[in-house]
């Protein structure tokens, strides 16, 4: 009998969407990744264990600690410096450094639409041409008669969280200001009726 592989050694608490584009190709073994607003890792482990050049970057001193004993362990030959204190309108990375840039269920704590538009042309700023953006976010879509309105864009969904909450438009108006192309249409999961999950997969263009 073959040997059963042990799916959560090998790819931890991966987001099932960004899996998907994994499982799409679109994340090769040599990109240079950054995951931005990292956590713990949770969507590293299989980057780390397949020797990629993972960077990560979070606001949270303890976060990034945990991704560096994590990097320890999985990746021992990535340096320290590729895990940063940083907030996400204001990296230290160079331009065009990044084949692909993750932003896992981050955007929806930007304080206002100007912080979105900064966190967002920031994480553009770093990805290459040709580079992909994955975006998984709360959203308004599919909810938009249950949320309660706070502030412009901010609102409370029906599980009581208050949150930035981006639409379609929204998604739709900045990808096109920053001349990317959907790889994927957006798409929105409900959950139970609580809350709304959006996921935003761009492509940078070459020019």
């Known amino acids: 009998m073959a040997p059963q592989l042990d799916l959560d050694e090998w790819f931890g608490e991966i987001d099932i969407y960004l899996f998907d584009q994994l499982l799409k190709g679109r994340i090769r073994p040599e990109d240079q990744v950054l995951d931005a607003g990292c956590g713990e890792g949770r969507n590293l482990v299989h980057g ?22 994590l990097a320890e362990r999985l990746a021992p030959q990535l340096p320290a410096r590729h895990f940063r204190v940083e907030e996400l309108d204001a990296l230290s990375f160079e331009d065009g450094v990044f084949d692909v840039v993750i932003c896992n269920a981050v955007l929806h704590f930007a304080d206002d639409e100007a912080h979105f538009e900064r966190i967002v042309n920031e994480l553009w700023r770093v990805l290459r041409p040709g ?30 969280v208050e949150r930035f909450l981006v639409d379609e438009s929204l998604l739709l108006s900045c990808g096109q200001r920053l001349g990317g192309d959907l790889l994927d249409p957006i798409k929105t999961t409900i959950v139970q ?10 492509r940078r263009g070459d020019g």
């Open 48 to 69: 780390l264990r397949c020797g990629w050049e993972v960077s990560a970057v979070d606001r949270s001193v303890s976060a990034v600690e945990s991704v560096r004993r």
């Open 131 to 160: 580079g992909m953006f994955f975006a998984r976010m709360a959203s308004t879509i599919g909810l938009e008669d249950r949320i309660v309105p706070v502030a412009p864009r901010r609102g409370r969904s029906p599980d009581g």
């Open 193 to 202: 009726d609580q809350r709304a999950m959006t996921t935003w997969c761009l």
